[in-house]
């Protein structure tokens, strides 16, 4: 079919109504709920400027950042729908395709940033891409944003008795349910655009998200502490409409290979450094009391995690738990 399609192009001279649809640019529309200048969204952008480049126009690549176009639960039935050709969720919230992407947020399990990206780009990782494909989606690659924290608007958080009572918003049920029931704290699944108003108006008293989306959402004006406790992750899988993908003809289908693979890069780099920088811009901001939590804090968490492991090393898998928490 690759080939076939291939020819056509090249044979355009005569040109019957066919090919001219043909010699249009094919577009993918890429959709996103974090802002342009995320590592999300830097390297959505940078994806476009190197697919247009690589393909010499012949792909186009239209970036909608900050939910313009769909919401967190939209995005994914858009993209089976093909109205959408491309999204970077975060891995958890593709919990009712798949229970097994949770594994990002099973606390305390990946050692450091490094351990989850050898893990993602290991074979466990590589693997949980593919798993999507019997419902028409295809992951094309892991973009890392990085580890998360808590805050909340009522006290600092500093061990696991702190969290009674207390509601979380959380980015899709499982997992992210069981760790605050462990903590007894009760929690909503709430949608990423939809999140800085549900802190203002007390819907939830607290979430937990990386620094970089922390600052970039402005969190900080509506919550009074931030607990730095790297408990779990947000990490985004690339996914691409499987019908789309497979029709892209091959030699331009390599090049835009070549551009996300690229792009990956970007994002992988940008994570670790804007989160850094947000960090930083959070201390000095003055605007929330800041905790980091102690080896003997953290202790004491793992073990208020035990009833989450328990209840879902057979919802993930051992294979993958045993292989997050033995990377390095
Ligand atoms: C969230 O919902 O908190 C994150 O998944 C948003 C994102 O895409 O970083």
Excluded at 234 to 245: A, G, M, R, T
Excluded at 301 to 316: D, L, N, Q
């Amino acid at each position: 079919l690759a080939f076939g399609l291939a020819g056509c192009g090249s044979g355009g001279e005569k040109s019957s109504q066919g090919e001219q649809k043909k010699d249009e640019p094919i577009v993918i529309k890429f959709s996103h709920v974090v802002k342009e200048t995320t590592p999300k969204g830097q390297a959505a952008l940078k994806f476009k400027e190197l697919v247009e480049q690589k393909t010499g126009g012949k792909v186009k690549v239209e970036v909608y950042p900050s939910s313009q176009l769909y919401g967190d639960k939209e995005e994914l039935e858009a993209l089976v729908a093909n109205n959408v050709q491309m999204i970077a969720p975060s891995a958890t919230k593709l919990v009712g395709l798949n229970p097994a992407y949770q594994i990002v947020d099973m606390p305390f399990i990946f050692k450091n940033d490094q351990a989850a990206l050898n893990f993602y780009n290991g074979p466990v990782g590589q693997k949980l891409l593919t798993s999507l494909e019997d419902k028409g989606i295809l992951g094309l690659a892991w973009w890392p944003n990085g580890a998360k924290h808590f805050t909340n608007s009522k006290r600092p958080l500093k061990r696991p008795e702190d969290f009674k009572g207390l509601k979380f918003r959380t980015q899709s049920g499982g997992v992210l349910d069981a760790q605050f029931k462990a903590l007894g704290a009760g929690s909503q699944t709430i949608p990423f655009g939809e999140v800085y108003p549900a802190l203002q108006n007390g819907t939830v008293d607290g979430q937990e998200n990386t620094f970089n989306n922390i600052d970039t959402q402005k969190y900080i004006e509506v919550q009074k502490y931030l607990t730095v406790s790297g408990h779990g992750r947000i990490d985004y899988v690339v996914l691409v409409n499987k019908s789309f993908w497979d029709s892209i003809p091959e030699d331009l289908r390599s090049k835009v290979k070549e551009a996300m693979d690229e792009a990956t890069k970007l994002a992988t780099e940008l994570s670790d450094k804007q989160n850094k920088e947000s960090f930083e811009k959070i201390k000095q901001s003055g605007k929330v009391e800041i905790y980091e939590l102690t080896e003997a804090d953290r202790a004491e968490f793992v073990k208020a995690m035990e009833p989450v492991y328990r209840e879902y090393e057979s919802k993930i898998g051992k294979e993958i738990m045993d292989a997050a928490r033995n990377a390095q």
